[in-house]
């Protein structure tokens, strides 16, 4: 019987973690532990809320009191560690909430998962879930033609240099749990992973907001020129490598996760603007004037792309989606799941985004 803590389980890529766990490890117990901030939704954990081996607790990661006592009374043998708080564009207008959950929150959960394990390591795993931003941009000098759009790729050696607020704190969190492996001799793991796309993403992400926009016909934002690019995975495989990585990768390692499959932010829009006039029935190019040019991210950083090729050779992992397909199963679900969206793009949602996009639409 493995006790594991998954924690933002309620977020996008977390539900998609919890859901595989639940499923695939009838004989484990799953506690999700988190803390529905704006983007925690556990209506995207209908389907399983009610096997016998789930079990929910809402409490905030940066409790530490809080932290060790769950650890406890659910006796813990494995952490994967996905809250965060996970915008880029949120962390440029509030760098305190992110440095606060994502360096302290996880600084917290490392040392209550200390604190319980208290050196029995033997069969006990951290496992920190983390971001390719870490890395910093890579250049565009291949800008023309298909992908890739560099010559150059991330590698789990890659130094690190993050440019956002939001970078620069998953960034920090990773030195802890690798400091908490150094020193203490934790057993730990931690992945970077390209940018997810999929079902149950919070609708202020670049895929799933540009759908819901182009279904109401409300102008679709492309910051600068559309011309970064971005390395894309579907968030199922993502869960897939966090399951192969959990149990059968090398402690105290880093894996990268991605699937070489990078495309310019404009060549992106212009798909989801064909797919989802497609299956709306609206004749091709209805949508095309809704593209919108407006200012620039601050540091915007200009190309991610992931060469997961260690987690290929070393545990056999790869993606089993190809993007055609993830996107045509991703627009689907949002038009098929208008409820879903509109209770998180009422209310609260509404303010954000009116004054995240004021002045620049
Ligand atoms: P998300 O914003 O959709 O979900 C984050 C979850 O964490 C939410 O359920 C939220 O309620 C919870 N949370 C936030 N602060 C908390 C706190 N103090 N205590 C407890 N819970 C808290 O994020 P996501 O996109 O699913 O990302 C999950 C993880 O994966 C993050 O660590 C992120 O950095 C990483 N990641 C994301 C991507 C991506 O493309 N989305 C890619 C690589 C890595
Ligand atoms: O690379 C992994 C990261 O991917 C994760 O660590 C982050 O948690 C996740 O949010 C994502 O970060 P990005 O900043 O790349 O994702 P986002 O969806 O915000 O933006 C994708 C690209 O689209 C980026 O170049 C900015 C651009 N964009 C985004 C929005 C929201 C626009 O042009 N217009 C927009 O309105």
Same mark, same amino acid.
């Given at each position: 019987?493995? @006790? ?23 004989? $484990? ?43 406890? =009374? ?58 390719? =931003?870490? $890395? ?15 010559? =150059? ?9 993050? @440019? ?119 004749? =091709?190019?209805?949508?095309? @004037?809704?593209?919108? $040019? ?68």
């Amino acid at each position: 019987m493995k @006790h594991l803590l998954i924690t933002g389980g309620a977020g996008f890529i977390g539900s998609h973690v919890v859901r595989l766990f639940v499923n695939k490890y009838p004989e $484990y117990r799953i506690v999700n532990l988190d803390a529905l901030t704006y983007a925690g939704n556990l209506a995207n954990l209908k389907d399983i809320e009610d096997k016998p081996n789930y079990t929910f607790v809402k409490a905030d990661i940066c409790d530490y009191e809080r932290m060790c006592a769950v650890m406890q =009374e659910y006796d813990i043998d494995g952490v994967i560690h996905l809250a965060a708080e996970s915008h880029v564009d949120r962390s440029i207008k509030d760098p305190f909430t992110f440095a606060r959950t994502n360096v302290m929150g996880t600084l917290s959960l490392l040392q209550a998962a200390r604190q319980y394990w208290d050196g029995r390591w033997e069969g006990k795993r951290f496992y920190h879930i983390s971001t390719d =931003e870490v $890395y910093g941009a890579l250049r565009l000098d291949r800008p023309e033609g298909d992908a890739p759009y560099g010559s =150059e790729f991330f590698l789990e050696t890659t130094p690190y240099n993050p @440019h956002s607020p939001y970078s620069a704190s998953k960034a920090s969190s990773d030195h802890f749990v690798r400091a908490y492996h150094d020193t203490y001799g934790m057993p730990t793991l931690v992945t970077n992973c390209s940018n997810n796309y999929g079902p149950y993403q919070f609708p202020e992400k670049l895929i799933p907001l540009f759908i819901n926009n182009i279904r109401h016909g409300k102008p679709l934002p492309v910051y600068g020129k559309g011309e970064n690019v971005r390395d894309w995975l579907y968030v199922v495989d993502h869960a897939r490598a966090i399951d192969v990585i959990f149990h059968n990768g090398n402690i105290g390692d880093t894996y990268n996760i991605g699937g070489f499959n990078e495309w310019k932010n404009i060549d992106i829009v212009k798909v989801l603007i064909r797919t989802v006039d497609r299956l709306l029935g609206n004749p =091709e190019g209805t949508s095309d @004037h809704l593209i919108t $040019y407006v200012t620039d991210r601050a540091g915007h950083d200009l190309r991610y792309a992931i060469d997961s090729t260690k987690l290929k050779n070393e545990l056999g992992w790869e993606p089993s989606l190809q993007f055609e397909e993830g996107i045509e199963l991703t627009v689907r679900w949002y038009l098929e799941n208008q409820e879903w969206m509109d209770n998180i793009t009422s209310g609260a949602y509404e303010k954000y985004y009116a004054d995240m996009y004021r002045g620049r639409v």
